[in-house]
C-alpha cells in the first residue's frame, strides 16, 4: 500500500513539475511569432528573387533569435 502511495505522489510531483506559468507560456509565444516572422522575411526575399542564401539567412537569425527568448524565459522561471 506504501509502495502505491509512493508511486501516486512522484507520479503527481512530475506533473506539476512541468507546468509553465503564464509569464513563460507568454514568452515562448513571443518567440515563436518571432521565428514566424523570420520565415516569412525568407519568403519575401525569395519572392522579390534574392538568392536563397539571404533568405536562409533571414530564417536563421530569426530562429537563433526565438530560441534565445526560449532559454531566457526557461532561465527566468527555472520552476
Known amino acids: 500500500m ?4 509512493f508511486l ?3 507520479a503527481a510531483s512530475f506533473s506539476f513539475a512541468s507546468c509553465d506559468s503564464p509569464k513563460e507560456n507568454a514568452q515562448e509565444d513571443a518567440a515563436d511569432r518571432v521565428e514566424a516572422a ?5 519568403d519575401q526575399l525569395e ?3 534574392a538568392s536563397d542564401a539571404a533568405g536562409d539567412q533571414a ?3 530569426g530562429e537563433m533569435k526565438a530560441d534565445s527568448m526560449r532559454a531566457d524565459a526557461d532561465a527566468k ?3
Not at 523570420?38 to 525568407?42: F, L, T, Y
Open 2 to 5: 506504501k509502495k502505491l502511495l
Open 8 to 10: 501516486a505522489l512522484a
Open 38 to 42: 523570420g520565415e516569412a522575411k525568407e
Open 59 to 61: 530564417e536563421e537569425a
Open 47 to 49: 519572392a522579390a528573387g
Open 77 to 79: 522561471d527555472p520552476q
